[in-house]
């Protein structure tokens, strides 16, 4: 699929697109223009003395952030927001979010408010009750039991300290020594000292893991929450461009759902898929031209009159024989087979064939529809037995075209044309003309099944995102199944836009079109002499001969 192809349901659907994008910007600055800016205020907690120890171990850093993990979990908890509200007297606390810093003993707390005063005074709130759930609160009470856990560690100290200068001194004496039983007297008392030592040590160690000096599970403020003074939001453009964007998102989502849920066929894509068929041209919609069936000779060097020339040419180069008789078949009515076909004629007369253009949709009630006088005898009285077919034909723009009317229309049931009495018809039309275009009936009648076998090519003509899929796949189905010749499809009634996104016709750009409506009005303006030189045509000639 093509590029183009793909950007084709948002080229069609633009004014959807606008429409959401234009509604989404407008109602996001509506929304955020109002709202105050907000502010950040940050506390930050240790967790352990792993950080000011000399030397640390893997066991230290492990644990304090195992019980960062809790303290977080605890911070979230009713009984520590409440303790939070009742301290502050606020009856709800502003957004905030506590996590641990990743790889690292951290807490860090988060308040976001509109208030910057109370986000300070949240924050280092809730620090401070993190902190009276953990075991360092009751330290730093100051009871009688930490004093004299302080006292008697500072004796031990004093012991250690002792203990170590008496071992200092009697290991110099024993290497002035000389007797063997003063030297085992003092190596019995360098082992004792040292024993004592030991224990001191010991004992130093337990009573400084019960201060708060030397305790894990203990909760310190590194960075109490400051006042914030540049709030951090709302970035009201950002949130305007994201919602512009989704809305703009949400557009184009309508439009592929509103694409694919019609069932018709848009695209030179839907054609190849669907039908297995070529594209052989694409009408541009000629807009409130009046007789459409004729634009080709009123306007002969418009884009347009062009377009059906490159039909023609299509047509001779991708049949393998010659193109005697060319039926004009359409799904269903108003698809705009009677436009292609007579102009079709008109381009193919301008080369200087002569051309019969045959109406054999007989059940319309305007069976004329090529010609401003209505109720001619045509098809139907030729049919009917009532005249011969001579005695109907028409010259229709030149001598080079003549045109074999419907009729009075057909009144009964469907099905009025006798194949056997048709191929007669085209057979006597064939020895005077170079060649027959069959304007025929909607294919839901069943003349347009009849008249198929009977033709050297059918060309199917559907307006794209009107003819339904399932009905153009109905009729290739039952064309084929009469082995009628189909050769491709045209596109009628396509936009400029449409036909530009379909494969590239840039013949239908803007500024061509400009050069159109210029030499459309050169066409107006020429001469009676000017009409007879462009169509090229012999002296009328009588049609019965």
């Known amino acids: 699929m093509k590029l183009n192809e793909i950007l084709f349901p948002f080229v069609k659907w633009w004014w959807l697109l606008l429409i959401a994008l234009i509604v989404s910007s407008i109602t996001s600055y509506f929304i955020v223009r109002n709202q105050p800016p907000i502010y950040e205020a940050k506390t930050t907690l240790m967790v352990g003395r792993a950080i ?3 030397n640390p171990n893997d066991r230290d850093f492990y644990l304090g952030q195992q019980l960062a993990d809790m303290y977080v979990t605890l911070a979230q908890r009713d009984p520590m927001i409440n303790a939070t509200k009742a301290a502050l007297g606020l009856e709800e606390l502003p957004e905030f979010n506590i996590e641990r810093v990743s790889g690292s003993q951290f807490i860090e707390i988060k308040v976001l408010d509109t208030s910057p005063e109370r986000a300070q005074v949240v924050a280092n709130e809730l620090a401070n009750q993190l902190i009276l759930q953990s075991p360092s609160a009751q330290s730093a009470g100051g009871s009688s039991s930490s004093a004299f856990i302080e ?6 100290q004093i012991n ?12 110099e004496q024993l290497g002035n020594l000389n007797s063997a039983r003063d030297i085992a007297a003092a190596q019995e008392k ?11 040590q010991n004992n130093y160690t337990e009573l400084l893991a019960s201060t708060r000096s030397g305790a894990s599970n203990t909760l310190s403020i590194i960075e109490a929450a400051a006042l914030p003074v540049k709030p951090v939001g709302p970035n009201k453009p950002a949130i305007i461009l994201i919602a512009s964007a989704f809305g703009l998102l949400l557009g184009a989502c309508a439009a592929l759902l509103l694409e694919n849920l019609d069932t018709t066929i848009k695209t030179p894509a839907d054609v190849r898929r669907a039908l297995n068929l070529p594209l052989l041209g694409i009408i541009v919609d000629m807009g409130k031209e009046k007789e459409t069936w004729a634009y080709a000779a009123n306007h002969p060097r418009t884009p347009v009159s062009e377009s059906f020339r490159a039909l023609n040419a299509r047509l001779q180069l991708v049949s393998k024989t010659p193109l005697k008789r060319i039926l004009l078949a359409s799904p269903e009515a108003a698809e705009g087979k009677t436009t292609v076909a007579g102009n079709l004629a008109l381009v193919m007369a301008q080369s200087g064939e002569k051309i019969a253009l045959v109406d054999a949709d007989l059940h319309r009630n305007d069976n004329n529809f ?6 001619l005898s045509g098809l139907s009285e030729v049919i009917s037995g009532r005249t011969d077919v001579f005695n109907v034909l028409t010259t229709w723009k030149d001598d080079r075209i003549v045109l074999l009317p419907g009729g009075k229309a057909l009144e009964g049931a469907p099905g009025n044309i006798n194949p056997h009495k048709m191929k007669s018809i085209f057979e006597t039309l064939e020895t005077t003309v170079d060649r027959i275009i069959i304007d025929g009936p909607p294919f839901f009648m069943a003349d347009a099944i009849t008249l198929a076998p009977l033709v050297d090519a059918v060309v199917i ?8 899929e399932d009905t153009v796949r109905t009729m290739v189905e039952q064309l084929q199944m009469v082995n009628a010749p189909i050769l491709g499809v045209v596109f009628n009634r396509v936009s400029q836009q449409a036909a530009v996104s379909f494969g590239g016709y840039r013949l239908y750009s803007p500024r061509y079109a400009q050069e159109q409506k210029f030499k459309k009005n050169m066409d107006e303006q020429e001469s009676e002499t000017t009409e007879t030189m462009r169509w090229a045509g012999s002296p009328t000639e009588n049609i019965g001969k």
């Open 190 to 200: 360098i082992a004792a000292l040292q024993a004592k030592l030991a224990t001191l």
């Open 160 to 171: 250690i300290e002792q203990t170590e200068q008496e071992l200092t001194q009697a290991q």
């Open 461 to 468: 003509v559907i307006r794209p995102g009107r003819s339904r």
């Open 370 to 375: 090529f010609m401003e006088t209505p109720n």
């Open 52 to 54: 000011t120890d000399p």
């Open 151 to 156: 006292q008697q560690l500072s004796a031990v």
